[in-house]
């Protein structure tokens, strides 16, 4: 027998015999031996102990590929779940996938598990990963598995189902064993337990079975795990900073949003403080759009459902709509809207357009509702009512290119000036299924990668995650401390302008359908907000501080405090003029993030001057208030929106 392995930079070995995952690795070199952890063949990933008897194209995975992580992190939950069986005996198991730094599995417990459970669950953990259990495949019949997780309701239900995601097929499921424990799943794994040397518990939760609400409420366990320990300090270090700047916790101690039972689970109430900061980011954003060739619309919350029937929303998206309002004596149905579009192109619907209007370009503030499931409403990252920087730009093919280059600019430069400068982007590309010609999909795709590549934007391609009605760009910015948030969407859309059947005349004076690009830049601006508190742990830049300057007083001054307050009328001041010690005045004043904090004593009274703090700058002291004024002007500088440079 002879098997050639073709390795991915072309090379070919040849081997006498069947040939596994370790023998493709230790004949390269026993480095690589150590750092590989599984093979790819064809997109599929296999465990190093597969064996193969015929010719293969591999790329071997080692531990510095990301592809691993999840490898690992898998493996991890699989651990997890084996020391809380060692445990708890009578614990049941749900299931247990890597996600985004780490992983979990989710458990019922006959006793409900207490947050410090969780050490004694690690420590089992760290045991088991002292001696090498080898992961070991199998495949048995339905029968024999019901007989082996007979204790085990959800794996029952896994295996009865058939959940090809968990490793069970029609007739057959496959397993993973290691030491005396086993588990449904598909694979692949670390070879053995050795391999998983850095990781923690991090957090317990709580989730519904399969995400469904009438299902029993399971404990959720979360762990991380990496390859080698700096990186699982980095990423420790990294959520510590995280939750000093949960945007919900700042949200609460700066006075800026609250929620209510009352108003139910994934909406907002805006305080004053809060409505502020959301004014001054919807209306710099407004005024660039104006700007740069915008036409603002507005649109209302509800439309009848024959709307949501031509735009395909009833048809496609109906689990994330919000249930109908029925009004029964007039027999008419409406809904919310989940998105903006179909109302933006009932406004150019209701119009003719000639070729020399285009491309028209629609913008506004839209509202949206969205059912999301409870489990992953998230502060103001992830809501049920949240409103969109939306606009929808229709244009002819011929204009696609440009189009997208400028916006993607004007993407760009609008995150730049919130202070996002770090932007990725991601391009998808069209999927198996997919409607409208391949031409125009060329187009549009080459379209939006020629723009990525001009504009300097690092991208990664999402081969065939497109929707089937277009490509797509998302831009996504890094913050403060390092993490990455999707902000940006441009979207081609092949697809709304047939369902409206909406038109333009040409310059041979024939009616053609224009193309359709949706766009949201900041995304929504609760997300939005609350990625910029959490990029700056709260402070504000001062141009979106809701208070800009807090001016404290010592003694009395209150004819020298009128002249001033005169002199920075433009900005968002308050006046702290009780009769307390200024250390107290400070802190509180500090403790509000407000960015700058002028200090006004009898002494200055004469003098013409005042004592100024300003945030991460050395506190000064009798400053002229003409130099103080000047120091406050640039502190305070609204950034300028410029598309070019
Ligand atoms: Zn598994
Ligand atoms: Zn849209």
Redesign the pocket.
């Given at each position: 027998m002879n098997v050639d392995v073709t390795l991915p930079d072309g090379s070919v070995k040849t081997f006498d015999h069947a040939v596994s995952g370790f023998d493709i690795a230790k004949s390269i070199g026993s480095r690589l031996a150590k750092d590989a952890i599984c093979l790819e063949i064809d997109n599929v990933f296999y465990d190093l102990s597969a064996i193969f008897e015929s010719d293969i194209s591999v790329r071997i995975v080692t531990n510095s590929d990301p592809d691993a992580l999840h490898i690992l992190r898998h493996s991890s939950a699989h651990i997890l779940a084996q020391a809380v069986l060692n445990l708890y005996p009578s614990a049941e198991y749900g299931v247990g996938p890597s996600i985004e730094n780490g992983f979990y599995y989710d458990f019922l417990f006959k006793e409900p598990l207490k947050e410090s459970d969780l050490i004694e669950i690690e420590n089992e953990m760290i045991k088991i990963t002292k001696n090498a259990q080898e992961f070991t495949k199998s495949e048995i019949s339905k029968k024999d598995a019901k007989k082996l997780f007979k204790n085990q309701s959800f794996k029952i239900e896994l295996i009865e189902s058939a959940e090809t995601d968990e490793g069970v097929s029609e007739d057959v499921v496959t397993m993973y064993s290691n030491d005396k424990f086993s588990d449904l799943c598909k694979g692949p794994h670390i070879p053995n337990t050795t391999y998983l040397k850095h990781f923690k518990l991090t957090k317990l939760g709580g989730a519904y079975w399969r995400g469904d609400e009438d299902n029993p409420q399971l404990q959720r366990i979360y762990g991380t795990s990496w390859f080698t320990k700096k990186d699982l300090d980095v990423y420790l270090t990294q959520q510590e900073e995280a939750e000093k700047r949960d945007h919900r916790k700042l949200g609460n101690e700066l006075n800026l949003f609250t929620t209510s039972n009352e108003l139910g689970s994934g909406n907002f109430l805006w305080k004053p403080k809060g409505a502020i900061l959301r004014d001054l980011i919807e209306t710099y954003s407004k005024n660039a759009h104006i700007n740069n060739n915008y036409d603002l619309v507005n649109t209302p919350h509800i439309g009848k459902s024959i709307l949501w029937e031509t735009s395909g929303h009833l048809n496609h998206y109906k689990e994330n709509m919000f249930p109908p309002i029925v009004h029964e004596e007039n027999d008419e149905t409406y809904y919310l809207k989940p998105?903006?579009?179909p109302f933006h192109i009932l406004i150019y619907k209701s119009d003719l357009h000639s070729y020399k209007e285009l491309p028209l370009r629609y913008f506004e503030f839209g509202s949206v509702y969205r059912y999301e499931k409870t489990g992953v409403l998230h502060g103001l990252l992830r809501l049920r009512g949240f409103t969109q920087d939306?606009a929808?730009i229709f244009c002819t093919n011929d204009q696609i290119n440009n189009e997208v280059k400028t916006l993607l600019n004007f993407s760009v430069k609008l995150l730049n000036s919130f202070g996002l400068v770090d932007i990725e982007a991601d391009l998808s590309t069209k999927p198996k299924k997919y409607i409208g010609s391949d031409e125009d999909w060329e187009v549009a795709t080459s379209s939006l990668k020629n723009s990525l590549t001009e504009l300097d934007i690092p991208f990664a391609t999402a081969n065939g995650e497109g929707a089937f009605y277009g490509p797509k760009i998302d831009l996504h910015a890094k913050d403060a401390i390092g993490r990455r948030w999707q902000l940006s969407t441009i979207q081609i859309d092949f697809a709304q302008p047939d369902n409206f059947n909406i038109e333009y005349v040409n310059s041979d004076n024939q009616k053609v359908r224009p193309v359709m690009i949706?766009r949201a830049l900041l995304g929504s601006v609760e997300r939005f907000t609350g990625v910029l508190i959490e990029h700056y742990a709260g402070h504000m830049p001062g141009w979106l501080s809701p208070v800009q300057i807090d001016i404290l007083t010592i003694g009395e001054v209150s004819d020298y405090l009128n002249e001033i307050k005169e002199i920075l009328s433009d900005y968002r001041i308050n006046i702290d003029d009780r009769n307390l010690r200024l250390g107290e005045k400070l802190h509180n004043s500090q403790k509000n993030k407000v960015p700058i904090q002028v200090i006004v004593g009898e002494k200055d009274i004469s003098a013409s001057t005042l004592g100024i703090n300003i945030h991460n700058q050395d506190n000064l002291k009798d400053v002229a208030l003409t130099e103080a004024v000047k120091l406050i002007k640039a502190e305070l500088k609204v950034p300028e929106f410029s598309i070019n440079g």
């Open positions: 998105m903006n579009c939306d929808h949706h």
